[in-house]
């Protein structure tokens, strides 16, 4: 086996992903990689995630540098090593060989000549998609908008100005331009006063994550017309099962929570109310139902609020999926969620019940349609029966898009959830 | 545009201290521009005034002896109308005198320039005693130093020299000295058939030397695409005494009646020969050394260039570099253009550096000019493109000027039609290489620039028909009905 230089180059992450800032780079020059060693994180607009080397070797040039924005397929580093590099798999990153040599051709310049050696990138030149003139470029630039997201309106695809401003003007308050070494960023659609002049402050870049967040939640709001319908669900026997059985599940790996509890009574009730695992298509006019039934649990982690989803979870049981969601609300909060972990969600469950609270208008994660805010229960007196027995309330709030839920069905679906909370076997009855 | 990027950084640009080491294109452009943007500059060069290795020494004082040098071919070649002159008459004294007097009034005027703008020139070496602490020493062995909130490295580039072939000697010439033309030797060996050994051997050539040019690759001007190279050999055989491609020295010795070279002809044997002068042009080397960068978090290449992202910040997020110093291609305008994206992004724009294409122009006669995608590179790298040549012959202008040693090639994304590169050889060839730059940013097609009426007779319509041409025929070219 012969020395090689390897090329590892940034793995396609997912689909319709471009770019990823580079938040750590795990290795430096001369640092031995191995196939699957972690070499940088990265934070995306969806996600912040590891990325795993494709290649085995020695580092010998490094061309990423934290904070920087990385197209995928741009190479990370360059590696001398053996030609062992397993055969890549489908969405596994793609390690590209380069021979260490480069055959110089006749039109090269000779080793002496430095012509060959300068580290100045290669400008790009050909084929991208969407063209733009340099003075679109750098409005881009200044407004903070990623080219390769914006759809041109010109002939050919081209980008005008105007369409940098709409993408600008849509994607809300989250844009803002790239930090530059002063930190400093340019206006946003709106001037802000000068605050510093009422007292200190710190301005701080905001991550991908939050600028993600920024945009969905501006972009949900101001689309999406919300209703939220609040109930209580009396989960005193629920709780006694709860304590009961939670000893398997913790055999099992996982804990027995509420959250999964209900994600399981969802996947009832969804299956029950198709209208609340769908999606709104506008520009059709057409309302898509979803055949699956995939729950994003909301997670709280040090970086920001990032939603993995549980797949299928009609086809799993509680405990399966108390230990599938356990494991996703680890992965989430040391960022080694995927992006695909992150993907297909049809209903959103939000639980604030750890921290406390009495009710929330939670808003939905657009381009689903409802979500399931969830308090902290509580013993309440309740009347039963003539007399006042303690009873474990749980608080809940469903927010949904009124332009495809009515209020009836709203009413309806929480009620059913809260049914189902209250007698477990109503789920499995009609669900 | 330019405006409002001033706008929203003025305020927090004025306390923003900031140095620029060297003073050339890519200095002088930096410290213009952050002044412009309000910020408090320190310009600091080892010369009295900006302009570095181009205006001092390269470009400028280039361009005048390549000036002087046409217009004696320009006479000469006037015979074919009918035209005769007596053979030219040179007064070097003048002739040098002129050329620094070019120089002069440039750099001088820079000078004025910088002071209106506030900038604060300091002369002397600078190096780094920490990222934000430089140290400059003047002539004098006088120090002083200077903190700085950011600090652009412009340092530029030198001569190379063959490697372990140093002599000490007046008859070994690297460009600086070639062009203070201290005489006109009667043989000169240009190492090196690069623009520089190209433009100074004709320089030579024309003012009487018999002039020799080896090139260690297969042809001259490595880097341009062969079939653009070719015209311009062609000429430059008439001119020169031999040019021979394939060829390198393997050593030199000053002998007493010149410097005596050993030239190895491909794989053949090291023939000895001797020249009066030998030039050395064999690329150049950046200036990274002795700035004291160990004692900064700036990385350098195993070739010496300074590690350096989109927007020119090096690995020390307070030091951005630009120009010879960061890479190819080596040239002014690319310095310059670098220069104000650094300044900016100093002043907080999110500006980048990310051309499509840079022109590249080798001011020979004639002229060969070429921007964006070669063909060589597309071969190279796989890309599949679609190729126009319009030779020079079919050009009425190009005839008018008896010139039509020249030709024009677009070279286009087959799918697309867009302009990915355009080549040129020819005189004039520097001015309409323009063209194509701003066709290949603006994103152009070729029938874009097929449909732009072109003025007539001019050579910037071999540009409009070459581009029919990738659509199969132009007006003044037939081409036989086949596949390419
Ligand atoms: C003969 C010749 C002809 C050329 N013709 C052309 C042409 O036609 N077109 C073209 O585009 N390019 C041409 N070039 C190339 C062009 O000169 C360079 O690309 C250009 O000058 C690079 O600019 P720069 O700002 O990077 O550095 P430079 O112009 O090299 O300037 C660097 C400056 O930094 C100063 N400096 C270095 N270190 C220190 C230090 N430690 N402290 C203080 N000061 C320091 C140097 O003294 C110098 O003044 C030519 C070059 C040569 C040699």
Known sequence: ?431 | MRRKVKDTMSDEANSTRIAIIGAGPGGYAAAFRAADLGMRVTLIDLEANPGGVCLHRGCIPSKVLLHVAKVMNDARDAVHWGVSFAPPEIDFDRLRASKAEVVEKMTSGLGQLSRARKIAFVRGRASFQDSTVLRVTADDGAEQVIETDYTIIASGSRPAWLPDMYLESPRLLNSTSALQMADIPGSLLVVGGGYIGLELGMVYATMGSDVTVVEMTQGLLPGADPDLAAILSRRMEELMHSIRPNTKVTAMTEVEQGIEVMLQSGDGEAVPEVFDKVLVSIGRKPNSSGLGLDSTKVEVTDDGFIRVDEHRRTTDPRIFAIGDVVGQPMLAHKASHEGRVAAEVIGGANSAFEPLAIPAVVFTDPEVAWCGLTEAEAKRDGTKVNVARFPWGASGRAATLHRSDGLTKVITDPDTDRVLGMGIVGTGAGELIAEGVLAIEMGAVASDIGLSIHAHPTLSETIMETADLIFGQGTHVYRPRAGH
């Open chain 1, 1 to 431: 086996m012969n020395a090689k230089t390897l090329e590892f180059k940034l793995p396609a992450l997912a689909e319709n992903i471009e770019t990823a800032t580079v938040t750590k780079v795990l290795v430096s020059v001369g640092d031995a990689v191995a196939v699957d060693q972690p070499v940088l994180e990265i934070e995306t607009d969806k996600a912040a995630a590891e990325v795993p080397s494709s290649v085995s070797g020695t580092i010998t040039e490094l061309l990423v540098n934290e904070g920087d924005t990385v197209k995928v397929g741009a190479v990370v580093f360059r590696a001398t090593g053996q030609d062992a590099a397993p055969a890549p798999k489908a969405d596994a990153p793609v390690a590209a060989e380069v021979p260490a040599e480069p055959a110089r051709p006749a039109e090269m310049p000779a080793p002496v000549e430095p012509d060959s050696a300068g580290p100045a990138p290669a400008p790009k030149r050909s084929g991208a998609p969407g063209v733009a003139a340099p003075s679109v470029r750098r409005l881009a630039r200044e407004l903070g908008v990623d080219l390769s997201e914006v759809t041109g309106s010109g002939a050919d695809g081209r980008i005008t100005a105007d369409d940098v401003k709409a993408h600008a003007a849509g994607a809300g308050a989250a844009e803002a331009g790239a930090s530059g070494p002063g930190e400093s960023r340019t206006t946003s659609v709106e001037s802000l006063p000068d605050f510093a002049r009422w007292g200190e402050i710190e301005r701080q870049p905001m991550s991908a994550i939050r600028r993600r967040t920024a945009e969905n939640m501006a972009r949900a709001w101001a689309t999406v017309p919300h209703v939220t319908q609040f109930d209580k669900a009396d989960v005193t026997e629920l709780e006694r099962l709860r304590k009961e059985h939670g000893k398997k599940v913790e055999a099992a790996g996982g804990k027995l929570t509420v959250t999964a509890v209900i994600v399981k009574v969802l996947a009832s009730a969804l299956k029950k109310s198709p209208q609340f695992n769908a999606s709104v298509d506008v520009a059709a006019n057409e309302v898509v139902f979803k055949k699956y039934y995939n729950v994003g649990v909301a997670v709280d982690t040090e970086r920001g609020l990032l939603v993995p989803v549980i797949r299928d979870v009609d086809t799993k049981n509680v405990t399966q999926i108390a230990v599938e969601l356990g494991a996703l609300a680890e992965r989430a909060r040391n960022r080694k969620l995927t992006l695909d972990e992150m993907q297909g969600g049809t209903f959103t469950v939000s639980n604030l019940g750890g921290i406390g609270g009495t009710g929330f208008t939670p808003i939905v994660n657009a381009p689903e349609v409802a979500i399931l805010g969830v308090s902290r229960s509580q013993v309440e007196a309740v009347f039963v029966e003539g007399g006042v027995e303690p009873r474990t309330m749980l608080p809940l709030s469903l927010s949904y898009d009124h332009r495809v839920i009515d209020g009836a069905d709203g009413a309806r679906f929480l009620r059913w959830v809260v049914e189902a909370l209250e007698q477990p076997f109503l789920a499995t009855l009609e669900g």
